[in-house]
T-cell receptor, first 115, second 110 residues
Framework: GAVVSQHPSWVICKSGTSVKIECRSL??????MFWYRQFPKQSLMLMAT?????????EQGVEKDKFLINHASLTLSTLTVTSAHPEDSSFYIC???????????FGPGTRLTVL | SQQGEEDPQALSIQEGENATMNCSYK?????LQWYRQNSGRGLVHLIL?????REKHSGRLRVTLDTSKKSSSLLITASRAADTASYFC??????????FGQGTTLQVKP
């Protein structure tokens, strides 16, 4: 089956630091990956669409300069939360769109806590 | 908002009972998917139902879709304590993006 991994699975950082989260499709290529954010007891909200070799497309209200997305290869997308603040504490989930079959596979999520 | 609306928000039942969750939406869809999420964990894909389908089964799961009413339901039969989780519907339209519903938190008491 198609597997998507995220690293790290959890991270605690101080306010003002930057945190990078990796999303990898392990056994398939993904031209498109998605980044979601989920606050406690809430649903997943799409943050941005990451396209290999081009700029990410951000959803309304998501600051592109704060959430930097790099999709440098067909199996890796990274999300960098720059100058993180406590309100950025959340569960960040990525997904990868398998080109063949057009199905979306989700990663296990990364829990970010900003102190 | 395109977001699916789910009800109930929370559901508590005894083991062995059936659990029904509903999802309503406003836009046209290509398909509707149901996911499960255990507390603090990632998503588990349950079922995808296409817009031209009315009902799908997978084990103890039954999903219906009524495009005229823009609603879907997820039925879990003979529930187990391990079914305790949050359940989300997710809409897929022409944009290729998934729009998630607000979720139903299910608690199955042993």
């Amino acid at each position: 089956g198609a597997v998507v991994s995220q690293h790290p699975s959890w991270v605690i950082c101080k306010s003002g630091t930057s945190v990078k989260i990796e999303c990898r499709s392990l056994d398939f290529q993904a031209t498109t990956m998605f980044w979601y954010r989920q606050f406690p007891k809430q649903s997943l909200m799409l943050m941005a669409t990451s396209n290999e070799g081009s700029k990410a497309t951000y959803e309304q209200g998501v600051e592109k300069d704060k959430f930097l997305i790099n999709h440098a290869s067909l199996t890796l997308s990274t999300l960098t939360v720059t100058s993180a603040h406590p309100e950025d504490s959340s569960f960040y989930i990525c997904s990868a769109l398998r080109t063949s079959g057009n199905k979306e596979y989700f990663g296990p999520g990364t829990r970010l806590t900003v102190l | 908002s395109q977001q699916g609306e789910e009800d109930p928000q929370a559901l508590s039942i005894q083991e062995g009972e059936n659990a029904t969750m509903n999802c309503s939406y406003k836009t046209s869809i290509n398909n509707l998917q149901w996911y499960r999420q255990n507390s603090g964990r990632g998503l588990v894909h349950l079922i995808l139902i296409r817009s031209n389908e009315r009902e799908k089964h997978s084990g103890r799961l039954r999903v219906t879709l009524d495009t005229s009413k823009k609603s879907s339901s997820l039925l879990i039969t003979a529930s187990r304590a391990a079914d305790t989780a949050s359940y989300f519907c997710a809409l897929s339209g022409n944009t290729g993006k998934l729009i998630f519903g607000q979720g139903t938190t299910l608690q199955v008491k042993p």
